[in-house]
């Protein structure tokens, strides 16, 4: 199971930026699936999670700024960011909880995508 992240870039402050993560390979279903990021010298923190229920958790300094939706069909997760700030430049990582199929049993995956960098401007 491989993730795949796309959308990163800059932008000005006050800008919007759509970020995306799919998900290809044996793939029998999908839990969790989130976005983190980090900074040079920081931990990787979480931005928001999105259960399978479609149930949303979010970090409070993006919350009513950004919203994680999830398009099942496409094993796809998005995060779409609106009024960004200078601070939310980070490399962007996704994450999806994979339920993988193999020949004979499933087994759980904890899959990270490659990252995107973000880069917002004052």
């Known amino acids: 199971v491989q993730l795949q992240a796309s959308g990163g870039g800059l932008v000005k402050a006050g800008g919007s930026l759509r970020l995306s993560c799919v998900a290809s390979?044996?793939?029998?279903?999908?839990?969790?699936m989130g976005w983190y990021r980090q900074v040079p010298g920081k931990q990787r923190e979480m931005v928001a999670v999105?259960?399978?229920?479609?149930?949303?958790n979010y970090a409070d300094s993006v919350l009513g700024r950004f919203t994680i939706s999830r398009d099942n069909a496409k094993n796809t997760v998005y995060l779409q960011m609106n009024s960004l700030k200078p601070e939310d430049t980070a490399v962007y990582y996704c994450?999806?909880?994979?339920?993988?199929?193999?020949?004979?049993?499933?087994?759980?995956?904890?899959?990270w995508g490659q990252g995107t960098q973000v880069t917002v401007s004052s």
């Open positions: 994450n999806q909880e994979v339920i993988e199929a193999g020949p004979i049993t499933l087994r759980a995956l904890d899959t």
């Open positions: 390979g044996s793939i029998f279903r999908i839990e969790d």
């Open positions: 999105i259960t399978n229920t479609g149930r949303t």
